[in-house]
């Protein structure tokens, strides 16, 4: 498996849910600090990770070793599992 790829597809993950809760939060009213930071975030999470892969000349070198690409992506899918649990209730 491409650690890399999984690393960035794991963080873009991150600031995807983050960044849609704060703005689904956003559109329903709330716009406290908690929020407006949790889009600004998630937007700026999913941004930083698509430059590194799209223009970095060497995207595998700032990822870190094996196991903790392992606990990013297990960390992704809670993330994904919480975000999609409390946009739904």
Do not use: K
């Not at 937007?43 to 595998?60: D, I, R």
């Amino acid at each position: 498996m491409d650690t890399t790829h999984l690393y960035y597809a794991s963080t873009i993950l991150c600031g995807v849910v983050v960044g849609a809760m704060g703005l689904s939060s956003v559109a329903a009213g709330n716009t406290g600090i908690a929020a407006l930071l949790m889009a600004i975030g998630g937007v700026g999470t999913v941004c930083s990770a698509v430059y590194v892969l799209g223009f970095s000349e060497n995207p595998s070198a700032s990822v870190p070793a094996d196991r903790w690409v392992w606990a990013m992506t297990l960390g992704a899918v809670l993330v994904l599992i919480g975000g999609v649990g409390q946009l739904l209730l």
